[in-house]
């Protein structure tokens, strides 16, 4: 599977942003989908997934409340909805496939490009 994220862009503290991972293929209704982030000069980190079928999700800590990960598998698509922005939410966030639901990076096979998020204070 082939994935394309798109949404990033340049927002204030408080505001809101919706990120979006088009999936080619026509497995992607198969595959747990997944989004993480890389800040300057820091590892790669989970922020969340979602399983096939959209009914478990998973979050790290830090953006539980604020963000919220869904997917449209008639679309192909999974979307970060991110409210309640935060300075400290800046990173390229990518998304990713995997047919296991985990936080760990290695258990991802597939990764769209990234999209950038810049959250100003």
């Known amino acids: 599977v082939q994935l394309q994220a798109s949404g990033g862009g340049l927002v204030q503290a408080g505001g809101s942003l919706r990120l979006s991972c088009a999936a080619s293929?026509?497995?992607?209704?198969?595959?747990?989908m997944g989004w993480f982030r890389q800040a300057p000069g820091k590892e790669r980190e989970f922020v969340a997934a979602i399983t096939s079928s959209g009914g478990i999700t998973r979050y790290t800590d830090s953006v539980k409340g604020r963000f919220t990960i869904s997917r449209d598998n008639a679309k192909n698509t999974v979307y970060l909805q991110m409210n309640s922005l935060k300075p400290e939410d800046t990173a390229v966030y990518y998304c990713?496939?995997?047919?296991?639901?985990?936080?760990?990076?290695?258990?991802?096979?597939?990764w769209g490009q990234g999209t950038l998020v810049t959250v100003s204070s």
């Open positions: 293929g026509r497995t992607f209704s198969n595959y747990n």
């Open positions: 990713a496939a995997s047919p296991v639901l985990s936080t760990q990076l290695v258990s991802w096979y597939h």
